[in-house]
């Protein structure tokens, strides 16, 4: 499904000499997986951590419970710690991407609906930056989207790294 994409992410890496680490909480790993899908790609992909829970973001990755209890899960705030937990937790990467987003069917509010995916990332010794997007459809349709954005911005990541 995303097999175009993958291969010049992991080109772009490759030719950068940067390697990946993802945090994932709405897609399940889906990412990592994309990623993993293409032998030979242990030379980018440095692995990855599934935080479901808000416990596990805040053991694993170390984010902060003030920003769970101030922000919630799905937020800005909480998928540029995780971004941040990521790295530190993963020596030898240089890149990490985070998601965490209500996939649906259930879980939704008016401030945050079904759909909205909250993204952050960060290249070692650099700020964390984060987005939010909502994308339509069922469970299945915004976790492919999920998935399709991260690609997109770790490609906009391997880009920016040659300036």
Same mark, same amino acid.
Request: aromatic share 4%; hydrophobic share 45%; glycine share 12%.
């Given at each position: 499904?995303?097999?175009?994409?993958?291969?010049?992410?992991?080109?772009?890496?490759?030719?950068?000499?940067?390697?990946?680490?993802?945090?994932?909480?709405?897609?399940?790993?889906?990412?990592?997986?994309?990623?993993?899908?293409?032998?030979?790609?242990?030379?980018?992909?440095?692995?990855?951590?599934?935080?479901?829970?808000?416990?596990?973001?805040?053991?694993?990755?170390?984010?902060?419970?003030?920003?769970?209890?101030?922000?919630? /899960? %799905?937020?800005? =705030? $909480? *998928?540029?710690?995780?971004?941040?937990?990521?790295?530190?937790? !993963?020596? &030898? #990467? @240089?890149?990490?991407?985070?998601?965490?987003?209500?996939?649906?069917?259930?879980?939704?509010?008016?401030?945050?609906?079904?759909?909205?995916?909250?993204?952050?990332?960060?290249?070692?010794?650099?700020?964390?930056?984060?987005?939010?997007?909502?994308?339509?459809?069922?469970?299945? /349709? %915004?976790?492919? =989207? $999920? *998935?399709?954005?991260?690609?997109?911005?770790?490609?906009?990541? !391997?880009? &920016? #790294? @040659?300036?």
């Amino acid at each position: 499904m995303f097999d175009d994409q993958v291969m010049r992410v992991l080109g772009a890496f490759r030719r950068r000499s940067l390697r990946i680490v993802t945090a994932e909480s709405c897609t399940g790993g889906l990412i990592a997986a994309a990623l993993t899908e293409v032998g030979g790609s242990s030379d980018v992909v440095e692995g990855g951590f599934v935080t479901y829970s808000n416990a596990l973001k805040q053991h694993a990755l170390g984010v902060q419970t003030a920003t769970l209890q101030i922000h919630g /899960a %799905v937020s800005e =705030a $909480t *998928v540029a710690e995780m971004a941040e937990g990521a790295l530190r937790s !993963a020596p &030898d #990467a @240089s890149v990490s991407i985070a998601v965490s987003g209500v996939a649906g069917p259930g879980g939704g509010s008016s401030e945050k609906p079904v759909g909205l995916v909250c993204f952050g990332w960060m290249k070692r010794g650099h700020a964390a930056s984060s987005a939010a997007r909502n994308f339509p459809g069922d469970r299945q /349709a %915004v976790r492919a =989207a $999920t *998935v399709g954005y991260a690609l997109t911005l770790l490609e906009q990541i !391997a880009a &920016d #790294a @040659s300036d």
